[in-house]
């Protein structure tokens, strides 16, 4: 089982970026498909971006265009690269051994990402 910690997040004003990373526990990392989702406050948490054990990458439509999802294998970490950002990207960021639909592991106690002038 994997488990995770989140960092990276912070209050950056609308058009900036943020690169947010998730350390992970396990020797076995690599073979993880691994994923980004967020929970904005009052809505439920929904997908942002996977990234498969091979390399392949998913995006939710809401960041296709304006985010990266890469992984480093030797340091066990999972990152997510935001670009042009927007108020509407302010949510609490969650990483998790998972896909699209499915999630493996416990939940981190994610990162606050906060888009406002």
């Known amino acids: 089982q994997v488990q995770v910690v989140e960092s990276g997040g912070g209050l950056v004003q609308p058009g900036g970026s943020l690169r947010l990373s998730c350390t992970a526990s396990?020797?076995?990392?690599?073979?993880?498909?691994m994923a980004w989702y967020r929970q904005a406050p009052g809505k439920q948490r929904e997908f942002v971006a996977a990234?498969?054990?091979?390399?392949?990458?998913d995006y939710a439509d809401s960041v296709k265009g304006r985010s990266t999802i890469s992984r480093d294998n030797a340091k066990n970490t999972v990152y997510l690269l935001m670009n042009s950002l927007k108020p509407e990207d302010t949510a609490v960021y969650y990483c998790?051994?998972?896909?699209?639909?499915?999630?493996?592991?416990?939940w981190g106690q994610g990162t606050q990402v906060t888009v406002s002038s």
């Open positions: 998790n051994a998972g896909t699209r639909h499915l999630v493996f592991g416990p």
């Open positions: 990234i498969a054990s091979g390399g392949n990458t």
């Open positions: 396990g020797s076995i990392f690599s073979r993880y498909d």
